[in-house]
T-cell receptor
Framework: DAGVTQSPTHLIKTRGQQVTLRCSPISGHKSVSWYQQVLGQGPQFIFQYYEKEERGRGNFPDRFSARQFPNYSSELNVNALLLGDSALYLC?????????????FGPGTRLTVT | AQKVTQAQTEISVVEKEDVTLDCVYETRDTTYYLFWYKQPPSGELVFLIRRNSFDEQNEISGRYSWNFQKSTSSFNFTITASQVVDSAVYFCALSVLSSGSARQLTFGSGTQLTVLP
């Protein structure tokens, strides 16, 4: 079975631009979470979506938004990019078992803002 | 609020040495899960282990072992007879029941392990 997939792999944007990152969860998984990993730090939680509804939001500004589609894929949008948004953006999916805390991560999208 | 501390930023060992990666966590929740993930240079986080707060039994999986001690809020990870392929960044993470269905993970800052041949 395919794992979590993310696109694009790398992206270079200019300050002030907008970016959209995409994630496809493991088949059968209905939960998708987004994490930001700045170089040299651990990942930080941004959003979680389950069944197309937002179930959790981390401490990120409103410039960050996300949505989940009927096929459970997800998009993360970041507006008005800042240099500090340069990071590896990781997507994770999880199955619907509430007792299962395990999340499966994709390879990430490396965003560089210049 | 939750917090995970990995005080060791970088560790370098010679192949076949044993190495222990430290993890200390903070939470007021009584129900929580602890995780270790491995991040090779490719960037993808690879799940290694999950422990819940009610199970302090240590676990061994091949060359890997984990020591969970609630009394010291620690969840340390030992690699026995390290190999070059173990070189990666290792993250300890915490998830609490009170985060609701989000099950968000709080990560430490990671430990870069380099195993030299």
């Amino acid at each position: 079975d395919a794992g979590v997939t993310q696109s694009p792999t790398h992206l270079i944007k200019t300050r002030g631009q907008q970016v959209t990152l995409r994630c496809s969860p493991i088949s059968g998984h209905k939960s998708v979470s987004w994490y930001q990993q700045v170089l040299g730090q651990g990942p930080q939680f941004i959003f979680q979506y389950y069944e197309k509804e937002e179930r959790g939001r981390g401490n990120f500004p409103d410039r960050f938004s996300a949505r989940q589609f009927p096929n459970y894929s997800s998009e993360l949008n970041v507006n008005a990019l800042l240099l500090g948004d340069s990071a590896l953006y990781l997507c994770a999916s999880k199955d619907r078992d509430p007792s299962n805390y395990e999340q499966y991560f994709g390879p990430g999208t490396r965003l560089t803002v210049t | 609020a939750q917090k995970v501390t990995q005080a060791q930023t970088e560790i370098s060992v010679v192949e076949k040495e044993d190495v222990t990666l430290d993890c200390v966590y903070e939470t007021r929740d009584t129900t929580y899960y602890l995780f270790w993930y491995k991040q090779p240079p490719s960037g993808e986080l690879v799940f290694l282990i999950r422990r819940n707060s009610f199970d302090e039994q240590n676990e061994i999986s091949g060359r890997y072992s984990w020591n969970f001690q609630k009394s010291t809020s620690s969840f340390n990870f030992t690699i026995t007879a390290s190999q070059v392929v173990d070189s990666a960044v290792y993250f300890c993470a915490l998830s609490v029941l009170s985060s609701g269905s989000a099950r968000q993970l709080t990560f430490g800052s990671g430990t870069q392990l380099t195993v030299l041949p």
